[in-house]
């Protein structure tokens, strides 16, 4: 009788739980009143023209299409990075992200676009509702600022958490396939691109899980590229103006949301001058022309946003442009390629395609994650299966350590010990060092055939050195996997342990990890 009554109850409140809802579509009767406030004649100027561009204008007129690329390898530079140029824009900005995390490092970036915006830049943010929670996301409140408008891609229709797992299993098709892109476009003559998402554990060492990850700023025509592709993920019919959240509507908490702003600076008065310090000195050396920029050529290439609406069959049987692409510098690989890849699952073509490159002389060098420093279990327990095959294809595999230190902040003199552990989040791949792949797609089954994804290629021998060297360095603070007969053996040393140690198990785990893992193994491939 008693659960009868608790069974009653819960259906009597489906229907109040389902009364909020968004639009799937941008034709949905709700958004016939929609204006746009960030119009395509808010982009009709020349980016030439813009003091981002005129500070490097001799190098960027010295012929077609010339672009300039420095890397960014680690979180602290990639903040400020963002933080600077946020600053120096006149024009526009478009950022587009997976994940938007609501803590304190977020709101100081959406702080600078809102300053960006006040200053009359035009600014248009694009967020993935999965990875984001748009509804409980700060950065919808700054759709209510006259300069500054957001969109939410593939949307949840029905707002409640409890409906979600109804919904993914009812829209299966949709709602499994998620906007991985990751852009931050200023004055359409900048951008960075990479495996950073919006959040704290992108940017700082001292959080309980550092994401160890590698962005690019790139600047000149493969600007050209990125925007385009932003221009088709704003303009499809997924993207759902913001309007239409409540969270974005109410202007009680856009005001306590500036005054959040306004604490961070109270409060925290020295951190605060400390970091308007940083930012300044940043954007003095670029205007410097300090900036280690390397010159080349390249071009952008983004998943169509149509993917995540593709049926089922057409997902397992797509070749997009990236996938097309990758085989192509694959095939035209002479010496040597350096991967290092957070979620590494190449599949049975891939793990041919290696054999046959080492084979035929061509070296692969591979950096993932171990099963200790993996944010998905499930994702290694699928890699497990190709390693020992690619080991005996002669490839040297690698498997990121769960570091006390990262060697990436040592460089920049910011050696501090993290405070949990240490997650290998790049996507980066060097062709026979000269041309280098760096960007959002992971080489697994999920961003080739479900997740949009995103990727930069740049064809300049002194930036691939540059990304090479650093994969190199991923390997110091990185497991060793290599055979001992029938045995997968780990060597290797610690950061802060002067002793070398081999182990005959996945190192710094538990046996009930390893167990998880074993049980992930039954999980398909093709939805890891």
């Not at 099963?371 to 299966?385: C, I, M, P, Q, R």
Request: proline share 3%; with cysteine.
């Amino acid at each position: 009788m008693l659960l009868s009554t608790k069974l009653s109850w819960c259906l009597l409140a489906l229907p109040l739980i389902g009364c909020t809802t968004v639009p799937t579509s941008v034709h949905d009767n709700r958004l016939n009143g929609y204006v746009p406030k960030v119009k395509p004649s808010d982009f009709d100027y020349d980016p030439m023209q813009t003091p981002i561009a005129k500070c490097y204008a001799s190098e960027l007129n010295r012929g077609n299409n010339v672009s300039g690329a420095t890397l960014i390898d680690d979180g602290i530079s990639a903040f400020v990075a963002r933080a600077a140029f946020a600053r120096m824009a006149t024009k526009t900005i478009d950022l587009q992200t997976y994940i938007y995390s609501n803590d304190l490092t977020s709101k100081v970036l959406i702080g600078e676009l809102k300053n960006a915006a006040d200053r009359g830049v035009k600014i248009r943010i694009l967020l993935d509702d999965y990875g984001t929670k748009s509804d409980v996301a700060d950065v919808m409140l700054l759709n209510q600022h006259p300069n500054i408008e957001i969109k939410v891609f593939n949307t949840v229709r029905n707002r409640s958490r409890f409906l979600f797992l109804p919904q993914l299993f009812m829209d299966f098709n949709r709602l499994n396939s998620r906007m991985h892109n990751k852009l931050f476009i200023v004055d359409n003559v900048a951008y960075i691109t990479g495996g950073r998402n919006i959040g704290s554990n992108y940017f700082y060492p001292e959080t309980s899980a550092n994401f160890s990850d590698t962005d690019v700023l790139f600047i000149g025509a493969m600007t050209k590229y990125a925007t385009k592709s932003f221009d088709e993920y704003w303009n499809h019919k997924l993207s759902i103006p913001a309007s239409v959240f409540p969270k974005a509507k109410t202007k009680r908490a856009m005001q306590k949301l500036e005054r959040k702003f306004d604490d961070i600076l109270v409060k925290g008065a020295v951190e605060a001058r400390l970091y308007n310090t940083v930012i300044s000195r940043a954007q003095s050396e670029f205007k410097q022309k300090r900036f280690d920029f390397s010159w080349g050529h390249g071009t952008f290439l983004a998943d169509p946003p149509s993917k995540v609406e593709m049926t089922m069959q057409e997902k397992e049987t797509y070749r997009g442009e990236i996938i097309k692409k990758l085989q192509q510098l694959w095939s035209q690989t002479k010496n040597s390629v350096y991967i290092s890849a957070a979620y590494f699952v190449p599949g049975m073509g891939g793990l041919e395609h290696i054999r046959r490159e080492e084979n035929s002389g061509v070296h692969v060098t591979i950096v993932t994650n171990s099963l200790s420093s993996t944010n998905s279990t499930s994702v290694y327990a699928k890699w497990e299966k190709y390693r020992e095959n690619l080991i005996k294809s002669g490839a040297d595999v690698y498997e990121f350590m769960l570091s006390a230190e990262n060697l990436r902040a040592k460089k920049h003199g910011r050696a501090r010990q993290a405070r949990g552990f240490s997650v290998l989040h790049s996507k980066s791949i060097v062709f026979d060092d000269k041309i280098s792949w760096i960007g959002s797609f992971n080489l697994d089954p999920r961003s080739a055939y479900y997740n949009t994804e995103n990727v930069a290629i740049f064809e300049s021998e002194e930036f691939a050195h540059k990304l090479r060297d650093m994969i190199i360095d991923d390997t110091k603070t990185s497991w060793h996997v290599t055979l001992d007969g029938d045995d997968v053996k780990w060597d290797g040393q610690r950061q802060l342990d002067t002793t070398p140690h081999t182990y005959y198990h996945s190192p710094d785990t538990t046996i009930f990890r390893r167990i998880w893992k074993n049980i992930c193994k039954l999980m398909p491939e093709k939805f890891v």
